[in-house]
């Protein structure tokens, strides 16, 4: 049998044109298992074919509607035809394009006219559609970029498509995502009509660094917010970032926050992490110490005790060590610094008396119950003010960790610039990919096109 397929187009004023996509022959007698429905390559000519057909009757009616001058009404004169390339989705379009002459009311103060519009230009000035744009950014943003323009090139009828093409478009999308610096508010989000208090997350990635920056790693920095309205992961580098600022302003207003609202930062105790939302808000903010962090350097304390205490087994007062430290944990979660500072005196004062000269074993692991005491100690002391009440915080279903920003970690840094993946990275694309991934995660990945005439 034979298959013919035919597009007809109707326009707004009432003209059809038929376009004639092609025929395809399917012999009853020489039919295989692989000749029934459409194959692959069949798919891709049809979707072709269609798409040119599409493509040529857009561009005559965009080019007659694009005439009228939005100034004086009057019809403006065709300067010559040109032919212009569109990378779409479904092939590569070469379309004849009208260029339009600007009317004389258009001129400048001088009395010059500018130079002859193109509206294809004009509406797709990187002769690519934004729906190509976005698939290859979102490509890009999940694996590396060879392996980004592989399922393009094996599923679509689009051209074949290199690594450096989806690597040169999907520094253009990240560009469009990064903060307007020329605002002097930032936008707020439509959708949110209530504010509220924000609870921001933040942590770092270390990334492998390219030779010729001088640095073995990156930090990339990344986070999460989250209002009573929604959420909203971010992630940049600072020294690529042209405002890291404006850019977590941004994020916060997106999210449904409002200047006067309060914040909350939850971090492992890095000072630079917080001064990132400082001088985004412009406003005191409130900073709480993150609980696993804490936890872990209390466990490191329990594990040496552990270890002294059997080392000076069948002594008096030994089978007391775990319990100090154990003690400490619990004051620290009931928000008794104070007191857990003072326990931690305790603990250090307490297993010096188990000193004993003949028993080279005990000495050693005082001095590892000394240590880790030690930076307990200075842990807690610099970060005095930002360990609250953790046991009444989860009572009540607050969050008491970063938790959250790590999960960040994990999906915007490690999955697409993890050690593993054996890459090296330059400031900038490492800046670029944390702030498309953040977006591809959300959702809210766009490319933005004109939707207006000339």
Same mark, same amino acid.
């Given at each position: 049998?034979?298959?013919?397929?035919?597009?007809?187009?109707?326009? %707004?004023?009432?003209?059809?044109?038929?376009?004639?996509?092609?025929?395809?022959?399917?012999?009853?007698?020489?039919?295989?298992?692989?000749?029934?429905?459409?194959?692959?390559?069949?798919?891709?000519?049809?979707?072709?074919?269609? $798409?040119?057909?599409?493509?040529?009757?857009?561009?005559?009616? =965009?080019?007659?509607?694009?005439? !009228?001058?939005?100034?004086?009404?009057?019809?403006?004169?065709?300067?010559?035809?040109?032919?212009?390339?569109?990378?779409?989705?479904?092939?590569?379009?070469?379309?004849?394009?009208?260029?339009?002459?600007?009317?004389?009311?258009?001129?400048?103060?001088?009395?010059?006219?500018?130079?002859?519009?193109?509206?294809?230009?004009?509406?797709?000035?990187?002769?690519?559609? *934004?729906?190509?744009?976005?698939?290859?950014?979102?490509?890009?943003?999940?694996?590396?970029?060879?392996?980004?323009?592989? *399922?393009?090139?094996?599923?679509?009828?689009?051209?074949?498509?290199?690594?450096?093409?989806?690597?040169?478009?999907?520094?253009?999308?990240? %560009?469009?995502?990064? *903060?307007?610096?020329?605002?002097?508010?930032?936008?707020?989000?439509?959708?949110?009509?209530?504010?509220? !208090?924000?609870?921001?997350?933040?942590?770092?990635?270390?990334?492998?660094?390219? !030779?010729?920056?001088?640095?073995?790693?990156?930090?990339?920095?990344?986070?999460?917010?989250?209002?009573?309205?929604?959420?909203?992961?971010?992630?940049?580098?600072?020294?690529?970032?042209?405002?890291?600022?404006?850019?977590?302003?941004?994020?916060?207003?997106?999210?449904?926050?409002? *200047?006067?609202?309060?914040?909350?930062?939850?971090?492992?105790?890095?000072?630079?992490?917080?001064?990132?939302?400082?001088?985004?808000?412009?406003?005191?903010?409130?900073?709480?110490?993150?609980?696993?962090?804490?936890?872990?350097?209390?466990?490191?304390?329990?594990?040496?005790?552990?270890?002294?205490?059997?080392?000076?087994?069948?002594?008096?007062?030994?089978?007391?060590? !775990?319990?100090?430290?154990?003690?400490?944990?619990?004051?620290?979660?009931?928000?008794?610094?104070?007191?857990?500072?003072?326990?931690?005196?305790?603990?250090?004062?307490?297993?010096?008396?188990?000193?004993?000269?003949?028993?080279?074993?005990? &000495?050693?692991?005082?001095?590892?119950?000394?240590?880790?005491?030690?930076?307990?100690?200075?842990?807690?002391?610099?970060?005095?003010?930002?360990?609250?009440?953790?046991?009444?915080?989860?009572?009540?279903?607050?969050?008491?960790?970063?938790?959250?920003?790590?999960?960040?970690?994990?999906?915007?840094?490690?999955?697409?610039? &993890?050690?593993?993946?054996? =890459?090296?990275?330059?400031?900038?694309?490492?800046?670029?990919?944390?702030?498309?991934?953040?977006?591809?995660?959300?959702?809210?990945?766009?490319?933005?096109?004109? $939707?207006?005439?000339?």
């Amino acid at each position: 049998m034979d298959v013919r397929i035919t597009v007809e187009t109707i326009f %707004e004023d009432g003209k059809t044109r038929k376009h004639a996509l092609g025929t395809w022959s399917r012999p009853f007698r020489k039919m295989s298992g692989e000749a029934i429905g459409l194959m692959l390559e069949d798919a891709k000519t049809i979707l072709a074919q269609l $798409q040119k057909a599409i493509v040529q009757d857009q561009v005559e009616k =965009m080019s007659q509607a694009c005439r !009228p001058c939005p100034g004086c009404g009057r019809v403006r004169r065709i300067h010559d035809y040109r032919s212009r390339t569109l990378d779409t989705m479904f092939g590569r379009i070469t379309a004849r394009a009208p260029r339009i002459k600007l009317c004389l009311c258009q001129a400048d103060t001088n009395g010059r006219i500018g130079s002859p519009l193109s509206p294809l230009s004009y509406f797709l000035p990187d002769r690519a559609t *934004p729906e190509l744009q976005r698939l290859q950014a979102e490509l890009a943003s999940r694996h590396s970029f060879r392996e980004a323009a592989r *399922p393009m090139n094996t599923f679509l009828p689009c051209q074949v498509q290199s690594h450096v093409t989806t690597r040169n478009r999907f520094g253009r999308v990240a %560009e469009k995502l990064e *903060p307007s610096l020329s605002c002097s508010k930032p936008e707020t989000s439509e959708t949110s009509q209530e504010s509220g !208090p924000a609870n921001v997350f933040l942590d770092g990635a270390h990334i492998r660094c390219r !030779p010729e920056y001088q640095k073995r790693h990156l930090d990339v920095v990344v986070g999460r917010i989250e209002t009573t309205t929604g959420s909203r992961r971010f992630g940049f580098v600072e020294s690529a970032s042209p405002s890291s600022s404006r850019q977590i302003s941004e994020d916060l207003a997106a999210a449904g926050w409002r *200047p006067g609202d309060q914040i909350t930062v939850f971090s492992d105790g890095e000072p630079a992490l917080v001064n990132y939302v400082k001088r985004a808000v412009d406003q005191p903010v409130r900073h709480i110490l993150d609980w696993w962090h804490i936890s872990m350097r209390i466990r490191h304390v329990e594990n040496a005790t552990v270890g002294l205490a059997q080392a000076c087994c069948g002594r008096k007062d030994a089978d007391d060590l !775990p319990w100090l430290a154990e003690r400490i944990r619990w004051l620290v979660w009931h928000g008794q610094l104070r007191r857990a500072l003072a326990a931690i005196q305790t603990l250090k004062h307490t297993s010096r008396r188990f000193e004993d000269q003949s028993r080279p074993q005990i &000495g050693s692991s005082i001095r590892k119950v000394t240590a880790r005491c030690d930076a307990l100690e200075t842990y807690l002391r610099n970060n005095e003010r930002s360990a609250p009440n953790y046991a009444k915080r989860y009572r009540v279903g607050l969050p008491i960790s970063s938790s959250r920003a790590e999960g960040c970690v994990d999906d915007i840094a490690n999955t697409r610039m &993890g050690k593993r993946r054996r =890459m090296r990275w330059s400031p900038r694309g490492a800046h670029r990919v944390a702030l498309t991934r953040a977006a591809v995660l959300d959702g809210r990945l766009k490319v933005s096109h004109r $939707q207006t005439a000339a």
